[in-house]
C-alpha cells in the first residue's frame, strides 16, 4: 500500500465524481458545523458522489488510503454525529429520487438523499402516506433518519424509521455494496443486516437506497386539548382511546402547566388550552381513514370527532379527565399543533437552556416526573423545568431554565436527568442517538456486553475504523 | 486449557445444574428427532438449566472445552435448526415462566421457555392478546419463535416476532449474559444488537428472557370467505379493507379451488365455502376493539360485521369480488378457520408432498402463480399445486402433489418455487428461517456480500464457532 497524500486523494475523488463534486475550503462551509451552529470543524473535503457506485468507490479508496468517512445527508442530527475535523465528508445530497411509488404494495422506493417531505408529497399524490414527520423535514433525508433512527410525533400509531423500512442497499465500509433492498413484509433468510445498519449513525457503513412503507393517508383527523389530574391518569386515557378507536391514536403529546405559561409568555396573543390553567396538557390526535369515520355527516358533524368527544365525555365524568376542547376545524387543530410545535423556540427564550432526549416505560413516567422535579430542585432550587413528552411512547424532552450560571451545575442537572432514566429502567437516548453527545453517557449506562459485542461488530465490519470514527461507542 | 473429556464435561454439566436436569441415553430421545420427525441425531447430552446464569455457566464451559452447543425450546421448527449430532443440546425448557404481565404499559416479560399458549393466556386474564398464533402454539416457546422470528396468521396486523418484542436477555457464545430487557419503545443507545439475535437460529446466542407488546383483545371478529377474479383483484380488496377498517384486518388467507378440492376429499361432510367453486377463496378477518364496532345492536346485528357485509357487498358491484359469505356465529367461524388450518394435514393426503415457504412483493403474487404453475407443469405435467398462502405478507407455502416419482424432478420443482421467488425480489424463506434445510438455497441466492458481512459477525461474536454450528450460514 502506498501512503496518499491529500492532494492524490482529492484527484483520485474527483476521478470518482468528477472535480464540479468535490468541495473543499470556502466550498466546504455549509458542512462545517452541525445543525445546532454550536459545533465547527474543518472537513478535509466533501465528496458528493451520484449513486452507489461511486459511494462504494469513495470508500473503497478511502479504504486503501486510511482515510477517515463521515457520511452526512440532510445534516440535522443533534449529537453532533456528522463531526468530521480532517475527515472526508461523504455527502448524499445528489442521490435524491424517489424511484418509485408503488400505491397497490403500499411501498416507495427511495435514494438516501431523499427530503422526507419530498417523500410524503409523492405518497400523498396516491392518497398515502410516509409517516414520519419531524420539525426538520424539510431538510432532513431518508438516509439520515434511518441511520438515527429517527422517532417524531407518530411513533405511537407507526413506530420509528426502522419500522417503516423494508429493505435497505449500503456501502460497507470495506467498499462492498449488499443489496438488501426487499420489498417484503417477511423475510428469514439470514442476519438482520437491515436493522443493524439502521441507527447504526453511518459507523456500520452508508445506506445508500431504501425501500419504505405507506400508509393509507387518514382523511380526517380529530384533535384534542385534554387535562388530566396526572401522567398515570394520562396512560389509562390513552389505553382507552386506544381500545376505543381500535388503535388510531396518532400522536399523544404531554405540555406541562410551566411549559404553557412560558409559550403564553412567549406568544401573548395565542389562547390558553383552556380557561383554567392545568398542571398535565395533553393534545390528543385521532386519525380516521375510514370513509365511516371521515365522511361529515348532514348536519356538519364527523364521526371521529363526535366519537372522540363521547370518549372524553365518560373519561370526565369518571374523573379521569378534568378538562377537554375538541377542534372544531382544522383552525383550532393548527392552533392545538403551534401549541406543541413551538417546543425548540420556547426553549430558547431564555439562555443556558439544559435538554435531554431520555426514554421510560410508559407506565412510569409520572414516577419519573415526581424523582427528578426533587432531583433538579435539590441541584438549583428555581429551575423552570419545561418538559414536553411524546407521552405514548414514553419519551421526553427533559428540558429547564437553571437559575444558576455554573456549567458543574447544568452538567450535574443533565446527568440526573439521565440516571434518573436508567433507574427506571429507561434510556438516555430515545431518538437522537449518541453520535458524540452522549458517548459519556453511553459509557455510564450500558451495559459492558452489550458494548463489548458492539465493538466487536464494529471491528469485523470496519476493520480499518474508518467509517464515521469515534461516534456511538465509547473509547476503550 | 486442559482438553476435557466428555465424561468430565458432563460432570461439570451436573455440578451446574445438578444431575437431574443433565440427560443423555434414552433420556435424551425426546430431544434426539426434530418434529417432522424425519431428521434424527445423537446429542452429546441435554442440558437444562434453570436460569441465565446457569446458561452462561454452560456457555463458559462449553467454550473451554471447544463443545459445540445447540439451543432448544419448544422443538417445533421445520427446518432442522436443533440438529445436534454430538453436540450439547441446551434446552429452555425449565426456564418458563410468564415472570409478568403489565397491563397498562401493555407488556410481558417471559422466559425464553413460556409455551406461546401460557402466554396467550396469561394475557387474556387482562384482556389483552399476545398476537403470535400458529398451529404449534400449544408446544411452541417464545424463545424459539424470537430466533426464527416466527410469523403466522396474523403478520398482516401485528408483524412478526420481531415486532411483537421490545427486549431481550441472552447469553452471548463467550458466556457473557447482554441485558437488553428494555420496556421502552424508543431507544437509540448503540447497534440494535436485540435484532441481530432475533432471526439468527441461535447461533450468535441464547436468547434467555424477552419483554414482549401486548394488544388490547379484539372483542368481536368479523370472519368471511370470499372469491375474487384474481390475486390481484385480491389485493385491490385488501386495500380497500384495510382503508375501510383503518387497518383492523386481522388475516387475509388464500386457499386456491384445487386445494378446497383436495379439503373436501379429505372432509367429505364439511361444506364448500360457495355454491359455486372458484379459483381464488380467501378468508378474511376483521378484529373488532372498541365497543362501538364490538357491541351487539338490538336487532342482533353486530356492527364491524354489517360493516364488512357493505364493504363486500360494494365490490361485488364493482366486479371485485366473485362471491362472498360472511360468518353469521362463530360456528361458522370456525368452519372458515378449520378450512385453512388443515392445510397441514391436506397436504399429507398424498406421499411425497413438495413444501415451501416463500415470499414475493405482495403485488407479484399472481405473477408468482402464474407462473410457476407454468414451469411446475413443464416439470412434471400431472402435478397437483395445492399452495396457500398468507396473502397479505406475500408468504406463500406452496405445497404440490408430484406425479413423479423421481427425487430429481421434487428436487428440480422445489429449486423452481425458490427460483421464481427470487425473480420476482422474493424470499426462499419467508417464516420458517434457514437451519440446515434451507443452506443450499442461502448460498445460491443471498447476495455474497450480505453472507460475507454475516460470516464476520459469527466470527467476531462466536470465534471459536460453538454456537449451533453449521447452521444458516453457507459453508465458506
Known amino acids: 500500500m502506498t501512503k496518499n497524500t491529500p492532494t492524490d486523494i482529492l484527484a483520485d475523488l474527483s476521478d470518482i465524481v468528477g472535480a464540479a463534486h468535490v468541495a473543499t475550503g470556502t466550498d466546504a462551509t455549509r458542512w462545517s458545523e452541525d445543525w445546532t451552529r454550536q459545533t465547527h470543524w474543518t472537513p478535509l473535503a466533501v465528496v458528493r ?9 469513495v470508500v473503497q479508496l478511502a479504504n486503501r488510503t486510511n482515510t477517515s468517512v463521515v457520511p452526512v445527508s440532510g445534516n440535522t442530527g443533534l449529537v453532533e454525529g456528522t463531526y468530521a475535523q480532517g475527515a472526508l465528508m461523504l455527502s448524499l ?10 400505491p397497490d404494495a403500499r411501498i416507495a422506493i427511495v435514494e438516501a438523499g431523499a427530503i422526507l417531505s419530498h417523500i410524503h408529497d409523492a405518497a400523498n399524490v396516491h392518497d398515502l402516506i410516509f409517516p414520519l414527520y419531524f420539525g426538520a423535514r424539510g431538510s432532513a433525508m431518508i438516509g439520515g433518519a434511518l441511520s438515527t433512527n429517527a422517532g417524531g410525533s407518530n411513533v405511537l400509531r407507526y413506530g420509528s424509521t426502522r419500522h417503516l423500512c423494508l429493505g435497505i442497499e449500503a456501502v460497507l465500509p470495506t467498499g462492498e455494496i449488499v443489496d438488501l433492498m426487499s420489498e417484503l413484509h417477511k423475510d428469514n433468510s439470514g442476519y438482520d443486516l437491515r436493522d443493524l445498519l439502521i441507527g447504526a449513525e453511518g459507523t456500520l457503513g452508508i445506506i445508500t437506497a431504501a425501500v419504505l412503507k405507506l400508509h393509507p393517508k387518514p382523511q380526517a383527523y380529530a384533535t384534542a386539548m385534554v387535562a388530566t389530574p396526572s401522567l398515570d391518569a394520562a396512560l389509562v386515557l390513552l389505553n382507552r382511546l386506544q381500545q376505543d378507536t381500535g388503535g388510531a391514536v396518532e400522536a399523544f403529546e404531554f405540555m406541562p402547566g410551566v411549559y404553557m405559561d412560558a409559550y403564553l ?9 383552556f380557561d383554567t390553567r392545568h398542571e398535565v396538557n395533553i393534545l390528543v390526535e385521532v386519525g380516521a381513514v375510514s370513509p365511516r369515520d371521515a365522511t361529515p355527516q348532514t348536519d356538519g358533524t364527523i364521526p371521529v370527532a363526535a366519537h372522540l368527544e363521547t370518549i372524553l365525555e365518560t373519561q370526565f365524568h369518571t374523573g379521569g ?11 383550532q387543530r393548527q392552533d392545538m399543533w403551534a401549541r406543541r410545535e413551538a417546543a425548540a423556540e420556547v426553549a430558547r427564550l431564555r439562555p443556558n437552556v439544559i435538554d435531554n432526549d431520555v426514554c421510560v416505560p410508559v407506565d412510569r413516567m409520572q414516577q419519573f416526573l415526581d424523582l427528578i422535579t426533587d432531583r433538579t430542585k435539590a441541584l438549583d432550587p428555581d429551575l423552570v423545568p419545561i418538559c414536553v413528552a411524546h407521552l405514548g411512547d414514553g419519551n421526553l424532552h427533559f428540558a429547564g431554565w437553571p437559575s444558576s450560571q455554573d456549567p458543574a451545575v447544568h452538567k450535574a442537572i443533565k446527568q440526573a436527568v439521565d440516571d434518573t432514566a436508567i433507574e427506571l429502567g429507561g434510556s438516555f437516548s430515545a431518538e437522537h442517538g449518541v453520535g458524540l453527545t452522549k458517548k459519556p453517557a453511553m459509557q455510564r449506562h450500558k451495559n459492558s456486553a452489550a458494548i463489548q459485542a458492539m465493538r466487536a461488530i464494529k471491528e469485523a465490519l470496519d476493520p480499518k ?3 464515521n470514527p469515534g461516534k456511538v461507542l465509547p473509547d476503550p
Chains 1, 2 share one sequence.
Open 93 to 102: 445530497d445528489r442521490m435524491s429520487a424517489v424511484r418509485a411509488i408503488k
Open 265 to 273: 409568555e412567549r406568544f401573548p396573543d395565542a389562547r390558553p388550552p
Open 465 to 467: 475504523g474508518i467509517m
Open 321 to 331: 379527565v378534568l378538562d377537554a376542547v375538541v377542534a372544531q376545524n382544522e383552525s
Open 49 to 57: 458522489p451520484a449513486n452507489s457506485s461511486e459511494v462504494a468507490k
